[in-house]
């Protein structure tokens, strides 16, 4: 089932183009991860996606209705977290909560209840009567995330929700996301952070000025780029023969050392882990070999020529 | 939001203990009881500032999306903003008439109307405010024309210094602001006198709220649509 649909999108600012024929589809049970550098229209795109502004082109469908038909019955199935903390400074956690909760139609034990469990899924039971005020970076996240989740919402969006986090709230977010996930929500998680859709995502989609510039699983979008492999071979000794013998091997591009590591390059599909540990032996005692398979970093680098956490502000 | 009430109330008491047991030769009432309704009516001018505040910092602040993409249209919260601020505003004040009751003796006539008065005022100024927030680009800009609102009532109603004996001051001091509105007809609720020019006030102050509504919502809707 299509939870969210995106055909033909195009959203101008001005003379200002920020999506330019943007077309993405996510299904029941997915976490959808959509990278991009700053400025490559991420915040649009999820804006768009969920009403709060008008595009000039396209189509977008929300739970297979076209988005304007019944807009507060589809809201009411989402959650946003935005990438501003957006909680009240003067209520309590339990108190925004109860907020939030009531404008989605919760009501006495239910309302209750379901601020109880979304407390304890961002893991703020504990601080449920203090003032987000009080709280440090992590914990105010992690509220603003409780607060679109509330509702159990079928469908999350999350913008950017770890920017500035600690390590230890970063991973209870990403662990809240998995659980959030198991029990059968859909999750559109945008980041600035490759490790953390390596870690959660089931399909990735990177976005670079204005453009969807590729999309797929991470092993499909690392696919892509493999046109060759690292080799780190680990030896007793580097001796001459050793590198005349690796770099005679068929398909091999460069052979760099680094004190007792050698660094081998390779072309891609010629079984090159057994020619190189063979022409290793051959020369001396090999203490360890491993190949480096590229990351979802690299496809970035690859596809964008930029890394992720530059260019300019969005 | 202390300061709305603990500021009148020093000011009400340090007056107060200087005018004594005069009476107001030109109203013929006690002048603590004219310096106390011009107080606490005065400083219901910059309860708006309840309403401008909230307004600016869920519905013109990046927290704006979070509201908006909740199931719950934006005009309800504004509206919402509007009553509850026109609520808290008005019973501060009337919190400060029971007070100068009770304490000074100040003779407000029938609580209920007063009550009445103060609601009506204060939903007036939240009116204003809520204009202003409609329709600045900043909050500075926001702050700056609610108190040139606030400070420049004062000043026309004659509460700092007496405005030039002319025609145009003198129908500015008595009808040109809505200070001096609500006094006027807080002197009829007080003595049961100037009945016509209460009339005229209170007319003046439905019609401004009729065009503060209308203003409102034209401007809402281009706004928080």
Redesign the interface.
């Given at each position: 089932m299509v939870i969210a649909r995106m055909a033909d999108i195009v959203k101008r600012y001005g003379t200002h183009l920020v999506l330019d024929n943007v077309s993405i589809e996510m299904g029941k049970g997915e976490i959808v991860g959509l990278l991009g550098p700053n400025g490559a229209g991420k915040t649009t795109l999820l804006?768009a996606l969920?009403g709060?502004i008008g595009v000039d082109s396209g189509e977008i469908e929300l739970f297979g209705r076209p988005l304007g038909d019944n807009t507060?019955?589809t809201?009411?199935r989402?959650g946003?977290v935005?990438?501003?903390v957006?909680v009240f400074q003067d209520l309590t956690a339990r108190e925004n909560l109860e907020f939030?909760g009531g404008?989605?139609?919760l009501r006495g034990p239910g309302l209750k209840q379901r601020v109880q469990h979304a407390l304890e899924i961002v893991g703020l039971a504990k601080y449920a009567n203090r003032l987000p005020a009080k709280f440090s970076g992590g914990m105010s996240r992690r509220l603003n995330i409780a607060?679109?989740l509330v509702h159990a919402p079928e469908f999350l969006i999350m913008d950017e929700p770890t920017v500035g986090v600690d390590p230890q709230s970063r991973r209870h977010i990403l662990e809240t996301v998995r659980e959030l996930n198991r029990q059968g929500t859909t999750v559109l998680y945008t980041t600035h952070y490759m490790e953390e859709v390596q870690a959660i995502a089931s399909r990735v989609i990177i976005l670079d000025q204005g453009h969807v510039i590729a999309e797929g699983t991470i092993s499909d979008l690392v696919e892509q780029i493999r046109h060759e492999e690292r080799i780190r071979l680990e030896v007793v000794d580097v001796t001459e023969p050793l590198l005349q013998n690796l770099r005679k091997l068929e398909g091999v591009k460069g052979v760099v050392v680094e004190d007792r590591i050698v660094r081998i390059t390779t072309q891609v599909g010629f079984g090159n882990l057994d020619r190189v540990l063979a022409a290793a032996s051959e020369a001396g005692g090999v203490l360890s070999i491993n190949a480096e398979r590229p990351t979802l970093e690299d496809v970035f680098l690859t596809l964008t020529g930029k890394q992720l956490r530059d260019g300019g502000e969005e | 939001m202390a300061i709305l009430v603990v500021l009148p109330l020093a000011l009400i008491s340090v007056i107060g203990l200087v005018v004594g047991d005069a009476v107001d030769p030109a109203l013929g009432i006690p002048a603590i009881d004219g310096v106390a309704m011009v107080i606490i009516f005065a400083f219901q001018l910059l309860g708006g500032n309840y309403t401008l505040d909230f307004l600016r910092s869920d519905l013109f602040s990046p927290r704006k999306w979070r509201l908006q993409a909740l199931p719950y249209p934006p005009f309800c919260h504004a509206l919402s903003i509007l009553i509850s601020s026109s609520l808290f505003s008005a019973f501060q004040g009337f919190a400060m008439v029971l007070y100068t009751h009770w304490v000074y003796g100040v003779r407000w006539g029938s609580f209920l109307v007063i009550l009445g008065l103060l609601l009506f005022f204060s939903a007036f100024n939240q009116l204003v405010y809520m204009l202003i927030a409609l329709s600045v680009k900043t909050d500075k800009l926001g702050e700056r024309l609610g108190e040139v609102y606030g400070l420049g009532s004062f000043a026309l109603a004659g509460v700092w210094f007496q405005l030039p004996n002319t025609l145009v001051f003198n129908f500015l001091a008595r009808y040109g602001n809505p200070l001096s509105l609500s006094r006027n007809v807080m002197l009829y609720i007080m003595t049961g006198r100037y009945g016509n020019e209460a009339l005229y006030s209170l007319a003046i102050l439905l019609l401004a709220t009729t065009a503060l509504v209308t203003a409102s919502i034209y401007f809402g809707r281009r706004k928080l649509a």
């Amino acid at each position: 089932m299509v939870i969210a649909r995106m055909a033909d999108i195009v959203k101008r600012y001005g003379t200002h183009l920020v999506l330019d024929n943007v077309s993405i589809e996510m299904g029941k049970g997915e976490i959808v991860g959509l990278l991009g550098p700053n400025g490559a229209g991420k915040t649009t795109l999820l804006f768009a996606l969920t009403g709060l502004i008008g595009v000039d082109s396209g189509e977008i469908e929300l739970f297979g209705r076209p988005l304007g038909d019944n807009t507060l019955e589809t809201k009411r199935r989402i959650g946003f977290v935005t990438q501003e903390v957006s909680v009240f400074q003067d209520l309590t956690a339990r108190e925004n909560l109860e907020f939030f909760g009531g404008i989605y139609g919760l009501r006495g034990p239910g309302l209750k209840q379901r601020v109880q469990h979304a407390l304890e899924i961002v893991g703020l039971a504990k601080y449920a009567n203090r003032l987000p005020a009080k709280f440090s970076g992590g914990m105010s996240r992690r509220l603003n995330i409780a607060c679109a989740l509330v509702h159990a919402p079928e469908f999350l969006i999350m913008d950017e929700p770890t920017v500035g986090v600690d390590p230890q709230s970063r991973r209870h977010i990403l662990e809240t996301v998995r659980e959030l996930n198991r029990q059968g929500t859909t999750v559109l998680y945008t980041t600035h952070y490759m490790e953390e859709v390596q870690a959660i995502a089931s399909r990735v989609i990177i976005l670079d000025q204005g453009h969807v510039i590729a999309e797929g699983t991470i092993s499909d979008l690392v696919e892509q780029i493999r046109h060759e492999e690292r080799i780190r071979l680990e030896v007793v000794d580097v001796t001459e023969p050793l590198l005349q013998n690796l770099r005679k091997l068929e398909g091999v591009k460069g052979v760099v050392v680094e004190d007792r590591i050698v660094r081998i390059t390779t072309q891609v599909g010629f079984g090159n882990l057994d020619r190189v540990l063979a022409a290793a032996s051959e020369a001396g005692g090999v203490l360890s070999i491993n190949a480096e398979r590229p990351t979802l970093e690299d496809v970035f680098l690859t596809l964008t020529g930029k890394q992720l956490r530059d260019g300019g502000e969005e | 939001m202390a300061i709305l009430v603990v500021l009148p109330l020093a000011l009400i008491s340090v007056i107060g203990l200087v005018v004594g047991d005069a009476v107001d030769p030109a109203l013929g009432i006690p002048a603590i009881d004219g310096v106390a309704m011009v107080i606490i009516f005065a400083f219901q001018l910059l309860g708006g500032n309840y309403t401008l505040d909230f307004l600016r910092s869920d519905l013109f602040s990046p927290r704006k999306w979070r509201l908006q993409a909740l199931p719950y249209p934006p005009f309800c919260h504004a509206l919402s903003i509007l009553i509850s601020s026109s609520l808290f505003s008005a019973f501060q004040g009337f919190a400060m008439v029971l007070y100068t009751h009770w304490v000074y003796g100040v003779r407000w006539g029938s609580f209920l109307v007063i009550l009445g008065l103060l609601l009506f005022f204060s939903a007036f100024n939240q009116l204003v405010y809520m204009l202003i927030a409609l329709s600045v680009k900043t909050d500075k800009l926001g702050e700056r024309l609610g108190e040139v609102y606030g400070l420049g009532s004062f000043a026309l109603a004659g509460v700092w210094f007496q405005l030039p004996n002319t025609l145009v001051f003198n129908f500015l001091a008595r009808y040109g602001n809505p200070l001096s509105l609500s006094r006027n007809v807080m002197l009829y609720i007080m003595t049961g006198r100037y009945g016509n020019e209460a009339l005229y006030s209170l007319a003046i102050l439905l019609l401004a709220t009729t065009a503060l509504v209308t203003a409102s919502i034209y401007f809402g809707r281009r706004k928080l649509a």
